[in-house]
């Protein structure tokens, strides 16, 4: 994105053009910084250790076309559900391109993702006995939670440690794999998801330290190898106007130091490193444009806009925030304004104080910086408010590829039993 005379341009097209072409709220994605995103990790991750892989948590955006930009670049594909498989395999991944961390298996799920060929990355160990009962796995990893987790927003997205839901207690890492390799499994994978939005190069060789330390003894105990370490995703992208980027570089570095060292320790058969982000390559390569619609001044001034809690949850979910930019005015004096969505709930009412440009009008289109991750897949149609169309952009050309919701999308697939409706 750039500001040029005060007017917006994602890659090389106005936002005016996005707007008047598609409408507002509308998702726009630069894909040339989705490429460029991905190949500064890939080739940081690529130069410490060689034998690397990206796989793409397709949950922060599974937009087709986003997933294929990844695909052409070499990810493979984190998978949290069978539907993500699914999809990953229309898009043409290999079963074995796909780890599934899914959680909390139905039978429906383990018959299916079997039947996909897909890695399990089995979240308890309870799962095995159901898994071994449809089927024997090639391959088979357990996600470990080592005890230890962190994240930059909040709370709300540690997905590691004693409070989390995820992974396998370290006290049970040498069962899990004991059961597996006594049942008949002869290769396997380790998993651990570290935390989300991280920006600290240090955590990260922490954290693999811990990890390594967990199966590297039980790999050594039990005389197994591991075909790949996943690392999990997290890399971190700043969201605040002070926060500096994650030193991708320096993360490689440390973490593939302590990779290997402890792969030495524990005699283990150096195995392929695999991490699965999304944000990094996603999150900063997307916006949300959306118009102000009025300016009410009641107790306080709002600028109330068609983006709202329905369009980007994160801020009503976690309270992160999201810097905010408005074509034409970004060279004025600021003031502090309050900010709203359409629907009818406080929560909509997600900027408050933001030093917003003095003379912000009715018409004025507004652009949400880091979109691009866990913004259009968690949208929703609360209110009746429908979901935003996505639109690809790559130099001066863009393309729509998803269309806007429409009223026959809402009740799509509804069913009024006879005699209801008389
Ligand atoms: N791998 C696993 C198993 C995950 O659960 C996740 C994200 C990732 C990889 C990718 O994590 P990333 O590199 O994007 O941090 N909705 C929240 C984030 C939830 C993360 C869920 N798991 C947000 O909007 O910040």
């Not at 670049?73 to 699914?86: C, P, Q, R, T």
């Not at 991944?93 to 990355?121: E, Y």
């Not at 709300?156 to 006290?171: E, L, S």
Request: glycine content about 10%.
């Amino acid at each position: 994105m750039r500001i040029d005379n005060d007017q917006i341009y994602v890659e090389d097209v106005p936002v005016t053009a996005i707007a008047e072409t598609y409408g507002t709220p509308t998702y726009v994605y630069e894909e040339n910084t989705i490429r460029a995103n991905f190949r500064r990790a890939l080739k940081a991750f690529s130069r410490y250790y060689e034998n690397f892989r990206f796989h793409y948590a397709i949950k922060a955006n599974n937009n087709p076309a986003i997933a294929h930009i990844l695909r052409q670049e070499g990810a493979g594909i984190d998978a949290a559900s069978v539907n993500e498989i699914l999809l990953a395999k229309k898009l043409g991944f290999a079963g074995d391109d796909i780890v599934f961390s899914g959680n909390f298996l139905s039978d429906d799920d383990i018959k299916a993702g079997l039947d996909s060929g897909a890695v399990f990355n089995l979240d308890d160990l309870s799962l095995l006995p159901r898994l071994l009962k449809f089927g024997q796995p090639d391959i088979l990893s357990f996600r470990v939670n080592p005890g230890y987790g962190r994240s930059n927003v909040g709370d709300y997205v540690t997905n590691a440690g004693p409070g989390a839901k995820f992974g396998i207690h370290p006290d049970q890492v040498m069962d899990a794999y004991r059961a597996a390799r006594d049942a008949g499994i002869k290769r396997f994978g380790a998993h651990m998801m570290p935390g989300s939005c991280l920006l600290d190069p240090g955590y990260f060789a922490f954290i693999t330290e811990l990890l390594l330390d967990i199966i590297g003894s039980a790999g050594k105990e039990l005389e197994i190898n591991f075909d790949f370490i996943d690392l999990g995703g997290g890399l971190g992208i700043p969201y605040l106007p002070d926060e500096q980027p994650l030193d991708v570089e320096a993360t490689a570095a440390q973490v593939a130091e302590v990779f290997t060292r402890k792969v030495g320790e524990y005699g283990l058969k150096p195995p392929r490193m695999v991490m699965e982000p999304a944000r990094y390559f996603v999150g900063d390569a997307g916006y949300l444009v959306g118009r102000v619609h009025s300016i009410k001044n009641s107790y306080t001034e709002i600028v109330g806009t068609d983006i709202g809690m329905n369009t980007i949850a994160r801020p009503a979910m976690y309270g992160a925030y999201h810097h905010i930019y408005v074509n034409g005015r970004e060279s004025e004096d600021r003031r502090p304004l309050g900010l709203t969505g359409q629907v009818c709930e406080n929560t909509d009412y997600w900027v408050r104080d933001r030093e917003l440009p003095r003379d912000i009008a009715e018409g004025d289109l507004v652009v949400v910086e880091n979109a691009g991750a866990y913004g259009y897949c968690m949208s929703y149609q609360y209110n009746g408010r429908l979901r935003p169309a996505e639109v690809l952009v790559n130099g001066d050309r863009h393309h729509l590829i998803r269309r806007r919701e429409e009223f026959e999308d809402m009740i799509r697939d509804t069913y009024v039993p006879d005699g209801l409706d008389k």
